[in-house]
């Protein structure tokens, strides 16, 4: 368990510095430059269906295992007061700071940036350096209805003789949404539900299977022997996605056809890159090794307060060098942001998040042994 958990946090630390790279090259213009280069970098908004997706994954499998092997399932209550403590601390401090120095909201603008809900509200200008925050409000409100979403699964897969499958056939509903939600959103002019969790569902429904099958097949030879295929997969659909064929590079909408083009690439390639350690969790393999260093681990650990301040960092160094839009030093604007956002994410993880998790556990408390139950029936009751 051990070593997956440092590979999976290895991943989260490779999607996040992918996200600072994005906006290190968007910022100086290098993303919009001609070659296959500024394409691949691009396209590493592929980070944040790597984070949805496991989110579905971890948040999930307690849920799952319920399921199939009749372990309590989490208290709503209890996980929501988590995620509250995980998300919002550093959140309130990085977003504030961000609105106090470049803002000019009003108390009703604030609240709603203070409470995630700025989404909602498309049309309203943002403070700079916030531009990466829109990932959170879906996120948020993904772990609101999950408990929703885990109660509907749960009876469902009761009613039938093989939990496991219908568990796998509930969720493959959800893709189905994300897809009628792209076409709403092409095909209608709405490019705002881009902005709301049906848009990304699809993400988050691949780590919910996942989880599934983390529970229910454990460690996958299969997945294990073809590893080093399914990585080499993800990178040749990662170049197939940094192109044309998926839409533009710049903010201009992309057709129907190119945004499910592109929302089906992204999703195989976040399963294709996180499958070989979620299902086949074998410390010793090379590729374990490589993406579950301590070094990565760590920076796995602290990826969240990571992503929350490259982004005022980047807009505060190109301001105080006034560097003109899309025309910054690449390099000093690379190698400054870094170091200022790694020190800064150190020091707000171990002052913040991890007191903000402390705390989190000492008001939820352990929870209670199950009781000693009679064997359980071959068919689950309803």
């Known amino acids: ?9 290895g991943i989260r630390a490779f999607a996040a510095l992918g996200v600072w790279l994005l906006h290190v090259g968007s910022n100086t213009g290098v993303m919009y430059r001609e070659g296959m280069y500024a394409w691949m970098m691009a396209r590493l908004g592929i980070a944040v269906p790597i984070f949805f997706l496991l989110s579905g994954l971890l948040l999930y499998r307690p849920w799952a295992r319920a399921v199939i092997e009749n372990t309590p399932r989490p208290k709503p209550l209890r996980y929501l007061w988590r995620r509250v403590l995980r998300v919002m601390p550093v959140y ?65 897969a009761r009613r039938g003789g093989n939990p496991p499958v219908r568990l796998l056939a509930g969720i493959a509903v959800m893709p189905v949404i994300s897809v009628a939600t792209v076409v709403v959103t092409r095909e209608f002019g709405q490019p705002q539900l881009a902005l709301l969790l049906p848009y990304h569902l699809v993400f988050f429904a691949c780590g919910m299977a996942m989880a599934v099958l983390s529970v229910w097949i454990g460690h996958s030879r299969v997945i294990d022997s073809l ?13 197939m996605l940094s192109t044309g064929l998926a839409g533009p590079r710049t903010l201009t909408l992309p057709a129907l056809w190119e945004s499910l083009l592109r929302v089906s690439l992204e999703a195989a390639v976040a399963i294709l890159l996180v499958a070989p350690f979620a299902l086949a969790p074998r410390g010793d393999s090379l590729r374990h090794r ?3 260093n301590p070094v990565t681990a760590y920076m796995g650990r602290i990826s969240y307060s990571f992503f929350l301040w490259h982004a005022p960092l980047i807009t505060l160094q190109l301001k105080l060098t006034g560097a003109p ?19 800064l994410s150190v020091g707000s993880y171990h002052l913040i998040e991890v007191p903000a998790l402390k705390l989190s556990r000492l008001r939820s408390g352990p929870a209670r042994p199950p009781a000693a139950q009679a064997p359980a029936p071959a068919v689950p009751a309803p």
């Open 227 to 239: 590893a080093p295929q399914l990585l080499i997969l993800a990178a040749l659909l990662y170049a």
């Open 290 to 292: 490589l993406v579950g």
């Open 1 to 9: 368990m051990k070593s997956r958990d440092a590979s999976l946090d």
């Open 325 to 343: 839009p899309f025309a910054g030093d690449f390099p000093s604007v690379a190698v400054v942001s870094f170091v200022v956002t790694l020190l």
């Open 92 to 156: 309130w401090l990085v977003a504030g700071l961000a609105l106090w120095a470049w803002s000019s909201l009003d108390w009703l603008g604030w609240v709603k940036w203070m409470l995630l809900l700025q989404n909602y509200f498309p049309g309203e200008n943002a403070a700079d350096g916030l531009y990466q925050m829109w990932t959170l409000p879906i996120e948020m409100s993904f772990y609101v209805v999950l408990p929703v979403l885990a109660w509907l699964l749960h009876k469902w």
